[in-house]
Each structure stands twice: as C-alpha cells, then as structure tokens.
T-cell receptor
Framework: DAKTTQPPSMDCAEGRAANLPCNHSTISGNEYVYWYRQIHSQGPQYIIHGLKNNETNEMASLIITEDRKSSTLILPHATLRDTAVYYCIVRVAIDNAGNMLTFGGGTRLMVKP | AAGVIQSPRHLIKEKRETATLKCYPIPRHDTVYWYQQGPGQDPQFLISFYEKMQSDKGSIPDRFSAQQFSDYHSELNMSSLELGDSALYFC??????????????FGNGTRLTVT
C-alpha cells in the first residue's frame, strides 16, 4: 500500500474548522484513502473514506486533489472531544477480504478552548 | 448500532502464563482483524481471518495463535507471555467480499498487562 505523510501535530481553536492534510504521492489507481482517529487508548474510529471524489458525512468532509496525490480531512466545527490522533491510510480494496489497514505516524490534533 | 465486542476489557497475567482474548464482530461481518498497540506506538497488524480462514498475517509472534469460529467470533491465544506483550489488543471487523472497500470497525480493545 502507498505510504502517507502527515504533520505530526496540529492545534485548532474550538469551534473553528480543523483541516488535516495528508500526502500520498505514490497512490495507485485502485487505492482508497481512509481516515481514522484514535482518542486516547480507545479503539481507532472510522471517519470517512474516498477514491477520487470528495466525500462528506456527519463527521467530516474529505477533499481529494484531482491527481489524488494528497487529501485533506475537514472537521467543520472542532470541539474539545475531537482531540485525537488522526490517521490517513491508503489501502487497496480487493475482494479477498484481506485488506488490513497499516497505521503509521498520524497527526495529533489538539483542540483548544 | 451494534459494535465490535471484545472481552475481557482488562487482563493481568504473569510471565510465562497464557491468555485468551475474544472478539465478537458486528453482525453479518465475516472478516476479523487483530492489532496490537504498545505504549506510545501505532496499532500494528497481527493477523486476519475471512470466512474462518486465515487471510493475512503480520508481525504476530509464533507464541500467538488465533482462529475464527463458525459464528465468526475470533480468539487470540497468547502463550509464554513476556513483559513486552503488555499492550492494547484491538479487534476489528468488516464485511468480506460483499464490501471490498468497506471500512474496518474497531472494538475498544483488551488491555493486557504482563507482570
């Protein structure tokens, strides 16, 4: 799976949008971009994923550049409970149901009052 | 909505003992993954199962084994425990072939402490 690069840490003011970037310049055509977060010692929580189109759900928006070499996760109105480590992961989605996620690095987002 | 259930939540064992962790996937999910997360580290993939067969293997020690049962629950068996096995162990599940790009959903983990 393609490697991703994320800033190690970011701060965001409560109530403001948090924009978390991710570089995946070696992504291939059949790899999806997934975002997870992990609040201290809890299980990783799925946020959103996409292939090439922008996606939005109740938690966040995912913006993928046209060349698919980078993406941005947007939390529109960050709250203190959004403080967590955010992982951007690219993964091939194939039918034999292997498809494990490889976690690496991530961005530690600190939301401040 | 039903989530992935892991038991026990906490487990304390002594060196050289054995431990069994259990994972109950989301209903109708036939694929299970096990991860280990040491202190201050990212989750590391151990092993996965699809339709009761092992599908991928990661950095799982030979002292560990796992299986998936007919009801799709999975157990991770750990023998000759070492201090370094102290970690959080997460299980995740997803639909298998029917949901190739479906995300994995994680349980809240078992915290294993080896003394």
């Amino acid at each position: 799976d393609a490697k991703t690069t994320q800033p190690p840490s970011m701060d965001c003011a409560e109530g403001r949008a948090a924009n978390l970037p991710c570089n995946h310049s070696t992504i291939s055509g059949n790899e999806y971009v997934y975002w997870y977060r992990q609040i201290h010692s809890q299980g990783p929580q799925y946020i959103i994923h996409g292939l090439k189109n922008n996606e939005t759900n109740e938690m966040a928006s995912l913006i993928i550049t046209e060349d698919r070499k980078s993406s941005t996760l947007i939390l529109p109105h960050a709250t203190l409970r959004d403080t967590a480590v955010y992982y951007c992961i690219v993964r091939v989605a194939i039918d034999n149901a292997g498809n494990m996620l490889t976690f690496g690095g991530g961005t530690r987002l600190m939301v401040k009052p | 909505a039903a989530g992935v259930i892991q038991s026990p939540r906490h487990l304390i064992k002594e060196k050289r003992e054995t431990a069994t962790l259990k994972c109950y996937p989301i209903p109708r999910h036939d694929t299970v993954y096990w991860y280990q997360q040491g202190p201050g580290q990212d989750p590391q993939f151990l092993i996965s199962f699809y339709e009761k067969m092992q599908s991928d293997k990661g950095s799982i020690p030979d002292r560990f084994s796992a299986q998936q049962f007919s009801d799709y629950h999975s157990e991770l068996n750990m023998s000759s425990l070492e201090l370094g096995d102290s970690a959080l162990y997460f299980c995740a599940s997803k639909p298998g072939a029917a949901g190739a790009n479906s995300p994995l959903h994680f349980g809240n983990g078992t915290r294993l402490t080896v003394t």
